[in-house]
């Protein structure tokens, strides 16, 4: 099935900044070349989903990118960073295909552009020849190679090939590049990656050196500490994470989850405890405080994020008894339904949790009226008393309306997969959702240590640079989605945001959308009515 999504511009920055991607100049498009049998082409290769080791590294490289682009007027001495990596492969091999099979980037999402050289600042430029089967098989001399990687520094120079008789005889024909340097296709690319990420250290250092020398204008200066935070950011990669909070300190504020607390974040030196609807009681306040070392605030939920929910305005689904909007998310299959009423068919939508209960209508507006879509069979009282954070709400929708469901983006004409594993492994991974409000936002999930709601893995995602927000109030309920290889996964359900920034230190945070993982949604509504969900397509 398809999701209804309406249409509307997604917030963007005022900046000049335009969101990605972008078109680049210097290179020609693959179709302009002419194939050439036993020709050796040279391409540059940039992406949006890759595999986990290289999240930070897109992330970095591609605000690098806009802060130069900001400042090459001013800072000529620094030239364009590389956001992606150089693949030498036989003209005529589909490239997209190549990097999906060698390093998991979506072939939906990568680009691809010939060129004619390795460009710019060539040490920090990751270099990779393919030499497939027909390479060997056609016996084509090395020599062939030679113009296209004279200029990259040799620790920056990879081989690929296809077998370990490939490699053994391309270590011993010719010494382009390092032994350790020639790899198989099937192996893993670690050593690979570190390049990336050398490369990327070298432009951060290259960058902050020529803006130290021209820093006499606060315009500059503020360029200067964007990219020095890169830089620590990229630091944390090889340090590890130390925390404030004690064991001792966590066990009191678990032990105070009977009297009210639903959850905890650590930000820099200050510690927020998050009360569910009462203030927690003397007694447990001094147990949490005299355990942390730091500041202790006492907040309700509702004031450390709320509800990306619009009173009386635009969103896409509605629930006229508490009068608020958000967005349909996904549509499904229920089993088991054991369907009593011939009105109601066996699909399902789902809503974000705090939007409808058990019973409740659920709306939408249609050339002008107000029509109802389906009825809410979770979740019910009981489970409301749990808070619902980590709850969706399920619609089960009426049999007349299924006509009324229609495809609008194309995009996603997919079959959806629901991310099963822990949302830690999704740290700095680009993620995008459809709202009712922002129509389609891109963003990052941050690495957040310390911080947990309801006992449940929760998401905290930044908007991507050329991105005002993540989601904006009529967005709760919108399906988070990142691409893993080829796939497109459904991680986590649209919530809220705007932290506070009077009671938080974290510079971001009032741009930050909090998201709740999907699939623990899933299981306790499997859990509580012994039937499950079947996604088939947004």
């Not at 999504?5 to 000049?16: D, G, I, K, Q």
């Not at 113009?147 to 024909?173: A, H, N, Q, T, Y």
């Not at 590049?177 to 050593?191: D, M, P, T, Y």
């Not at 390049?195 to 021209?214: M, R, S, V």
């Amino acid at each position: 099935m398809a999701a209804v999504v309406t249409h509307r511009r997604a917030e963007t920055s005022s900046s000049l900044i335009s969101p990605v991607p972008r078109k680049r100049t210097r290179f020609k498009s693959p179709s302009s070349t002419n194939a050439h049998s036993c020709k050796m082409q040279l391409f540059y290769v940039t992406f949006e989903f890759g595999p986990s080791e290289l999240n930070l590294f897109k992330l970095i490289s591609e605000e690098l990118y806009y802060v130069w682009k900001e400042t090459n007027e001013m800072v000529k001495e620094v030239q364009e960073p590389i956001e992606g990596l150089f693949l030498i492969t036989e003209d005529g091999e589909n490239v997209r295909d190549l990097c999906l099979k060698l390093f998991k980037f979506s072939s939906k999402t990568t680009d691809v552009q010939t060129c004619e050289k390795v460009g710019f600042r060539n040490g920090n430029s990751v270099v990779i020849c393919h030499l497939g089967k027909s390479f060997w098989r056609k016996e084509i001399p090395l020599d062939s190679l030679q113009s296209l990687v004279k200029d990259v520094e040799k620790s920056m120079l990879f081989f690929i090939v296809e077998s370990e008789v490939d490699k053994i005889k391309l270590v011993k024909r010719e010494s382009l590049s390092f032994a350790s340097h020639v790899l198989e296709a099937s192996s893993e690319k670690s050593i690979i990656y570190e390049k990336c990420y050398a490369g990327l250290e070298k432009a951060l250092a290259d960058f902050i050196f020529a803006l130290k020398l021209k820093t006499n204008t606060r315009h500059l200066s503020g360029f200067l500490r964007q990219i020095e935070k890169l830089q620590e950011r990229l630091n944390t990669r090889k340090s590890r994470e130390s925390s404030n909070l004690t064991r001792e300190c966590i066990r009191k504020i678990k032990d105070a989850k009977k009297h009210g607390v639903v959850g905890y974040r650590l930000s820099g030196k200050t510690l927020f405890i998050f009360e569910s609807h009462q203030p927690l009681n003397d007694q447990s306040r001094t147990l949490i405080e005299s355990h942390f070392q730091g500041d202790v605030k006492f907040l309700q939920l509702k004031r450390a994020f709320t509800p990306q929910c619009a009173i009386r305005c635009g969103g896409e689904i509605i629930n006229e008894r508490i009068e608020k909007r958000g967005s349909l998310g996904m549509f499904g299959e229920i089993t088991n339904s054991m369907n009593q009423d011939n009105s109601f068919s066996s699909i399902i939508a789902i809503a974000s949790g705090h939007l409808y209960k058990e019973g409740d209508l659920a709306k939408v507006q249609q050339h002008g009226e107000v029509k109802s879509i389906g009825l809410c069979i979770w979740p019910n009282d009981d489970m409301l008393e749990n808070g619902r954070l980590h709850d969706i709400s399920v619609i089960k929708l009426f049999k007349s309306v299924l006509p009324l469901l229609s495809k609008t983006v194309d995009e996603l004409n997919e079959n959806v997969y629901v991310y099963g594993q822990p949302l830690s492994t999704l740290a700095d991974r680009l993620v995008f959702k459809f709202g009712a409000t922002t129509a389609k936002t891109k963003g990052y999930i941050q690495k957040v240590s310390d911080f947990e709601v309801f006992d449940g893995d929760v998401m905290v995602i930044s908007p991507r640079i050329g991105f005002e927000k993540f989601s904006d109030k009529g967005d709760s309920g919108s399906v988070v989605l990142t691409r893993i290889e080829n796939r497109l996964y459904a991680v986590g359900i649209v919530y809220g945001g705007d932290l506070d920034l009077s009671i938080a230190e974290c510079l971001s945070a009032k741009k930050e959308t909090i998201a709740t993982s999907l699939k623990v949604a899933l299981d306790r509504f499997t859990e509580s009515t012994r039937r499950s969900i079947i996604f088939d397509r947004i």
